[in-house]
């Protein structure tokens, strides 16, 4: 007997599910999701990762985080059903959470994956209602494999007999993935630019659907080209499931307009920083995050940039330093406290190995100093490489 079946199956009394994966975006398009369906006052779960303090945040309930009393109890039900059998601390938390699920009343789950697809801990539920896979790039290489097209096989493992899926533009590789696995399960495929396209205009963002009919929105208060594309995967979902849910168009402009998603292009402030200095902070830390950053670094040439940049070990850092290092006007690299990171010695020599200059701090405090004493011109300071020195820079903010 599995341990959701000594658990009773929570994951078969889950209210109607979206499915999403892919290696970039996945948060934003759940976070989209999740601002049109409270928008029109749905009852919304979501299920998303990684969280930046606590392992909480990662559990939604019905517009609120799981509180710390419930969450621990669930766990400790999920520990006891377990048995001692080995279980990870990734399995723990979906299984807590497909409880937790299970037992509050929602009208929809927005479900991310944790890695993978596949053999992903989530894709243990039979029948959501749609799924939806973000772009696909090469990361966490060491487990799915070393090629886009492997990438994606996983990826798309989240697929079901008969459930559409809307699926972001992909590398030619790993949409031929993507086709095979859909073909196999009769599964209608939803394509960005073949079936559905979208596409800024001005201050607008233009959707068009595989009905034919143009939709303007606002544009998406999360910024970067790339969240423009995440939008248009989350407006297909809807498109998908609108038989099911009822959307206003003018429910749908307010949450366009008040979507968030912490630590992805995230205007911040710190205290002992002029209000004329700007503090961005985005967790992108592979090749096609890095690319989706230079776009919108590049755009940013009204002022002195400067980068502050760390990352864990178990990343390729020199991909992602090559797509931003030489956009800005200096990078700091700092280490991660209490994660195994690269040294910033090493980060260094890779920005400075491209013509890039480079300084080393011993960490994210000394970065952020060095910066506002050794440049008199407000400018625009960018911390990024990782969520984990995202929730280390949330650290330093609450305790300012």
Not at 168 to 191: C, F, S
Not at 222 to 242: D, F, R
Request: hydrophobic fraction near 40%.
């Amino acid at each position: 007997m599995t341990l959701l079946e000594r658990l009773g199956n929570p994951q078969q009394q889950l209210p109607p599910t979206i499915h999403v994966a892919g290696t970039n975006g996945k948060g934003s398009t759940v976070a989209f999701l999740r601002a049109f369906f409270e928008s029109v006052g749905y009852k919304v779960h979501s299920f998303t990762s990684p969280h930046f303090f606590n392992a909480r945040e990662t559990v939604n309930l019905a517009g609120n985080e799981i509180d710390e009393d419930t969450y621990c109890a669930l766990l400790q039900e999920v520990v006891d059903a377990n048995a001692g059998a080995p279980l990870t601390v990734f399995e723990a938390m979906t299984a807590a959470a497909f409880l937790a699920f299970s037992r509050t009343k929602g009208h929809v789950l927005l479900l991310e994956t944790g890695m993978g697809g596949l053999g992903d801990t989530t894709n243990v539920i039979e029948a959501p209602i749609a799924c939806a896979i973000t772009p696909i790039s090469l990361d966490h290489k060491e487990f799915l494999g070393e090629s886009v097209a492997e990438i994606a096989r996983h990826k798309a493992g989240i697929l079901k007999k008969g459930v559409p899926v809307v699926i972001a533009k992909q590398e030619d590789e790993a949409y031929h993935a993507i086709r095979e696995r859909a073909k196999q399960l009769n599964v209608l495929m939803y394509r960005e630019r073949r079936e559905w396209f979208i596409k800024k205009a001005g201050e607008r963002i233009i959707f068009e659907g595989w009905q034919g009919v143009d939709r303007a929105w606002p544009r998406p208060a999360l910024i970067g080209s790339h969240q423009v594309q995440n939008a248009g995967v989350a407006l297909a979902c809807l498109e998908l499931v609108k038989d099911r849910f009822n959307f206003p168009d003018e429910a749908l402009n307010n949450a366009m307009r008040s979507v968030h998603w912490p630590g992805r292009l995230e205007r911040a402030a710190l205290p002992s920083f002029d209000p004329k200095w700007e503090i961005w902070l985005d967790g992108a830390h592979n090749q096609a995050a890095g690319q989706a950053l230079r776009r919108q670094l590049k755009k940013w040439d009204d002022r002195p940039l400067y980068l502050v940049l760390g990352m864990l070990k178990r990343k390729d850092s020199k991909p992602f330093i090559r797509e931003i290092a030489d956009v800005v006007d200096h990078v700091y690299t700092v280490p991660i406290p209490n994660q195994p990171c690269k040294k910033p010695e090493k980060l260094a020599h890779s920005v400075m190995s491209i013509g890039a200059t480079a300084t080393v701090c011993e960490d994210l405090p000394l970065a952020l100093d060095l910066i506002k004493r050794k440049h008199t011109k407000t400018g625009r300071i960018v911390i990024c490489g990782s969520l984990s020195l995202v929730a280390n820079f949330y650290e330093l903010q609450s305790r300012a």
